[in-house]
């Protein structure tokens, strides 16, 4: 009788054993992968100051990689973020790229069509490419394509991109893209007739991407008339923006 018992009792160790000896396992594997999961790239955004240049004015928007505990949904999930920020860091969101759509809406906020769709959008911390016959295509094009592709660190700065353009005192305005830069005869350099906004009011949808991390946020581009008027704002329904929760 005793000699069974002891043989459960073995059995029963080696069979806790075994689970224990999986739980480690799984743990090793699980924790490094969901801090890794926690520490790449987040994107949320806000409208930024315009910029008013030579008689134009450039919308702009503002793309923040997320620093641990810099946004969230509650005080406690901030404070945990921060917590959690000394010793982890937000990886940087490399060769980021954003793209724009403008979707028309109507004067009830109703939405039309979609008049431009993943135009690329240029990152205002690259120089404004500039064709010089000198230089030649190739280096014309390799900076045209280096200012559509940034490396967005971990800032509550973040990095900001230019989203459309009204010259003077034209009616329309222009979605900015490399429709601008790639025209070296166009008359306005800014102002690509390929881009152009004939409506008062769009939806903006933002979208960037960073190897396989995306994020997007909707915003509302204003043009009743003149350039003084001429913005663009966070749409009210939109989480994404930074007054909240990252994407």
């Known amino acids: 009788m005793s000699e069974r018992l002891i043989a459960t009792s073995a059995s029963t160790v080696g069979w806790l054993s075994l689970i224990w000896t999986l739980i480690a396992i799984v743990v090793a594997v699980a924790v490094p992968v969901w801090i890794e999961s926690r520490r790449r790239p987040r994107f949320c955004f806000s409208a930024y100051e315009p910029d008013d240049t030579d008689g134009a004015r450039f919308l702009r928007i503002r793309v923040i990689n997320a620093p641990f505990g810099t946004y969230g949904r509650s005080p406690i999930a901030r404070r945990l973020g921060k917590y959690a920020g000394k010793w982890l860091q937000r990886s940087t969101a490399a060769g980021c790229v954003a793209s724009l759509t403008f979707t028309v809406r109507t004067a009830g906020g109703d939405e039309g069509a979609t008049v431009y769709s993943c135009l690329p959008a240029r990152w205002v911390a690259r120089p404004q490419p500039t ?97 003084q008027e001429f913005e663009v704002k966070e749409h009210d329904r939109d989480p994404r923006c930074c007054g909240l929760a990252p994407s």
């Open 131 to 227: 064709f010089n016959p000198r230089d030649g295509s190739r280096d014309y094009l390799n900076a045209l394509e280096q200012a559509f592709r940034f490396d967005v660190s971990p800032s509550e700065d973040g990095e900001v991109i230019v989203v459309a353009v009204k010259c003077g005192s034209d009616s329309e305005a222009y979605a900015v893209s490399k429709c601008t830069y790639v025209e070296p005869g166009n008359p306005n350099e800014n102002c690509s007739p390929k881009l152009v906004l004939c409506e008062k009011e769009y939806r903006l949808t933002v979208r960037v991407r960073a190897g396989g991390v995306e994020g997007e946020s909707d915003f509302i581009v204003r043009n009743p008339g003149e350039a």
